[in-house]
């Protein structure tokens, strides 16, 4: 079958092996906000993360339903995804996950691997690096590149009071330094 189309990922797994493996990616990135794994995994899990926040939104006993049979632990995950992340998403129409490449995680296998994390929260890594961005700006003393003006309203623009936390961060990431240093990721922030 080289080349053929196909709907998904099999990701060498029997279905039902897949499905509990994506299953388990899911509620980590539910609980933890953020997930490290390989790249083809992340962009399943993306699909299954997006259609699970749409229910939430959705937010009757049909989605709740639905919503248990995908989560491990529901009883512990299921206020955070039908209240706080509900509420997070409520105004966005979609998109509420992204997946960012990084370097393998494994030197043996050098298998691509990704962050998987959901948009407009705590541990959001565009917000962060954005952020260093404009305060690298403002400590220079010049004018921000178009690409980090837009980056500005990306990240800005669904997040409550988005504009003020990133002036926030912006003042925060200035005051401990990590600005102009070289070394200085979105972990340090």
């Known amino acids: 079958m080289a080349g053929g189309l196909t709907r998904y990922r099999h990701l060498s797994r029997s279905s039902s092996h897949r499905q509990a493996l994506l299953r388990n990616l899911v509620t980590s990135l539910v609980r933890n906000e953020a997930i490290h794994t390989t790249w083809p995994k992340a962009k399943e899990a993306q699909r299954l993360a997006e259609k699970l926040i749409t229910l939430a939104k959705r937010n009757n006993e049909t989605a709740r339903r639905k ?22 998403y409520l105004e966005r129409p979609g998109g509420y996950t992204r997946v960012l490449r990084t370097e393998p995680k494994d030197t043996y296998s050098q298998a691509p691997s990704a962050i998987l994390e959901l948009v407009d929260g705590p541990k959001d890594m565009r917000f962060a690096m954005t952020a260093a961005a404009v305060a690298r700006d403002r400590e220079l003393g010049k004018e921000s590149t178009e690409i980090t003006k837009m980056n500005v309203a990306k990240v800005t623009r669904y997040r409550q009071g988005g504009q003020e936390a990133l002036d926030k961060l912006v003042e925060k990431v200035r005051a401990l330094g990590l600005s102009t240093s070289a070394k200085a990721g979105p972990k340090d922030i």
């Open 67 to 88: 919503a248990q049979g995908i989560l491990y632990t529901p009883h512990d995950l299921m206020p955070k995804l039908f209240g706080e992340l509900r509420q997070r």
